[in-house]
């Protein structure tokens, strides 16, 4: 049982959806605190002249940093609007508009109370657009102590999920323990991905690290999970 575990994303970009796609257990990690850094309240997308741009759900910033992702509340609902705003604006007259918007557009008129909610439906989505059939878990319902963290509150998630392989993202190669895995009989494995070129309608030079879904917009569905496969 291949397991990987992995903060929430919004619309993740191709790095983490590679990661899921090659994992038979996924484990949303929402049990930490926001990392304002990262890309989870957020994503990066390319707009018409090719600029990047940061499309960011707004949160509740009172005592956020003590709260566990699965407990931040989304503040002002128009986020919705400016997203879905964006994607029309931007990819209206990419090739692939038409076939991808739908697998998207229900989260920009579904109620949101929570963070989580939100960015669980759009990689619920963005998995459904890629292929990908991994199933998904979050680290809430595995009822664990609270107080772990780092590799104790990892291999508790992998025993607790019966993993026999942690797919672990090569950046923690130079700090984690293979032994203190090895003594739970769980292997650890290194995601290797190189993000592949493809054609994007709005750059003049090729951007990387975008949300996946300017992916899709641009090859479709069909395209998009080849290329995630290697297969393109």
């Known amino acids: ?107 920009y008129t579904k109620k949101y109370e929570f963070l989580i909610d939100i960015l669980l439906d759009s990689m619920f989505a963005s998995n459904d657009i890629f292929g990908i059939k991994s199933k998904i878990v979050l680290a809430s319902e595995l009822e664990l102590d609270n107080s772990l963290v780092k590799d104790d509150l990892l291999i508790a998630l992998l025993k607790r999920s019966q993993a026999t392989i942690y797919l672990s993202g090569v950046g923690a190669k130079s700090y984690q323990d293979e032994n203190k895995f090895a003594k739970h009989n769980i292997r650890l494995s290194y995601q290797s991905f190189i993000h592949p070129n493809y054609d994007q309608k709005n750059a003049s030079t090729f951007q990387t690290g975008l949300s996946a879904l300017d992916i899709a917009f641009n090859l479709g569905a069909d395209n998009a999970r080849k290329l995630l496969k290697g297969k393109l």
């Open 1 to 107: 049982m291949k397991v990987s575990i992995h903060q929430p994303s919004y619309f993740p970009w191709l790095g983490l959806l590679d990661k899921i796609n090659k994992s038979d257990t996924f484990i949303v990690l929402d049990t930490v605190q926001l990392n304002d850094n990262a890309f989870q309240s957020r994503n990066i997308f390319l707009n018409h002249t090719g600029k990047v741009q940061y499309l960011v759900i707004p949160i509740e910033k009172k005592e956020y940093q003590k709260k566990m992702i699965k407990e931040l509340r989304v503040v002002d609902k128009k986020w919705q609007k400016k997203h879905s705003g964006f994607m029309i604006a931007n990819y209206k007259k990419h090739p692939f508009f038409d076939e991808i918007y739908p697998y998207i557009e229900k989260i």
